[in-house]
């Protein structure tokens, strides 16, 4: 995705063990123009997979994921990182490593925003490791839903989440998908930069 990528190029920086910072548009302070295209282009690319809920990651993956669930006219449900007390009871959870923070954390997911049976797009901001995204795949698995899709906003191709994603049978769509940060430069896989 063209306007990704350039945003990419003009306004990431790299910091060092391979991570990427873009807190000036998606991290912290968030384009939200920029959000609206990443919402159409994710609404677009599963438009034909029968999606009945969007589920992401508080905080980041929130804003990517808000445009894409009102273009595909579905809710977005947010797994939340906070123990809260009015979320403790009747709940799926599961235990996710953090590329970024390099600890443990519990995500948490009412029971009644996932049903049996239904179709769910997981969204998220990276894909490193695909922990994150393991983590929502074993809380849609315990409602008894169904994976529809993966669409994944920074896809960093040099670690090995898309393989255990896609070696597990789900479909992955990443609008820029990162070939390396080596020596600080950022480049792109051949498929996205034209
Ligand atoms: P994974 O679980 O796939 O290892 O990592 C994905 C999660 O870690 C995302 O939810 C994201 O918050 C965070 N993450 C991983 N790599 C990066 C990165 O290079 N930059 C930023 N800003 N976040 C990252």
Redesign the pocket.
């Known amino acids: 995705m063209q306007m990704l990528q350039e945003a990419i190029c003009e306004k990431g920086t790299v910091?060092p063990n391979?991570?990427?910072?873009?807190?000036s548009f998606?991290?912290h302070q968030i384009d939200t123009g920029l959000m609206i295209e990443i919402g159409k282009e994710f609404a677009s690319r599963f438009s034909e997979y029968k999606i009945d809920k969007v589920i992401t990651?508080e905080s980041?993956?929130i804003a990517p994921s808000f445009f894409a669930a009102h273009s595909l006219d579905v809710p977005l449900v947010f797994a939340r990182k906070k123990k809260s007390l009015t979320l403790k009871d009747n709940v799926y959870t599961s235990e996710?490593?953090?590329?970024?923070k390099q600890e443990s954390s519990e995500i948490t997911v009412a029971k009644e925003f996932i049903k049996e049976n239904e179709r769910v797009l997981i969204i998220?901001?990276?894909?490193?490791?695909?922990?994150?995204?393991?983590?929502l795949i074993n809380v849609v698995k315990q409602a008894g839903a169904i994976v529809a899709g993966i669409g994944i906003v920074?896809e960093?191709s040099f670690?090995p989440?898309r393989k255990l994603l896609e070696d597990k049978g789900y479909h992955v769509e990443s609008l820029a998908r990162i070939d390396s940060?080596s020596d600080g430069k950022i480049t792109f896989l051949q498929e996205d930069a034209g």
């Not at 391979?18 to 807190?23: A, P």
């Not at 996710?96 to 970024?100: E, K, N, R, Y």
């Not at 998220?124 to 983590?135: I, M, S, V």
């Open positions: 910091l391979g991570v990427l910072k873009v807190n998606l991290n990651i980041s993956g996710v490593f953090s590329f970024t998220d901001d990276f894909l490193a490791n695909g922990q994150a995204a393991q983590g920074i960093k670690q989440g940060l």
